[in-house]
């Protein structure tokens, strides 16, 4: 299963973007789907999870401020950022996991997608 996140790109603070992360491949059902982020020298740190049934989790730095959001028919998990922050300046991952036609469990990684945030 692949997955082709867009949507990254240079912000001012207190600017929007809008990222998207589509999977593809011999796709069964995917469970949870998620967006983590990641600045140099430092590890990858969750910032929100969608599960199939739309349950969400947000990591208390982008609460109120960030929107995680799926289409299950399309198979893409968005993430809607408002009131964005210098500090929210990372490379974004996408995640997706749960089974492939034949029942192999996958959980496979975006390539990516830098936000900047900067007057």
């Known amino acids: 299963v692949q997955l082709q996140a867009s949507g990254g790109g240079l912000v001012q603070p207190g600017g929007s973007l809008r990222l998207s992360c589509a999977a593809s491949?011999?796709?069964?059902?995917?469970?949870?789907m998620g967006w983590y982020r990641q600045t140099p020298g430092k590890q990858r740190e969750l910032v929100a999870t969608?599960?199939?049934?739309?349950?969400?989790n947000y990591a208390d730095s982008v609460k109120g401020r960030f929107t995680i959001s799926r289409d299950n028919a399309k198979n893409t998990v968005y993430l809607q950022m408002n009131s964005l922050k210098p500090e929210d300046t990372a490379v974004y991952y996408c995640?997706?996991?749960?089974?492939?036609?034949?029942?192999?469990?996958?959980?496979?990684w975006g390539q990516g997608t830098l936000v900047t945030v900067s007057s």
């Open positions: 995640n997706a996991g749960g089974f492939e036609v034949g029942f192999r469990v996958f959980s496979s």
């Open positions: 491949g011999s796709i069964f059902s995917i469970n949870a």
């Open positions: 969608v599960t199939k049934g739309g349950n969400t």
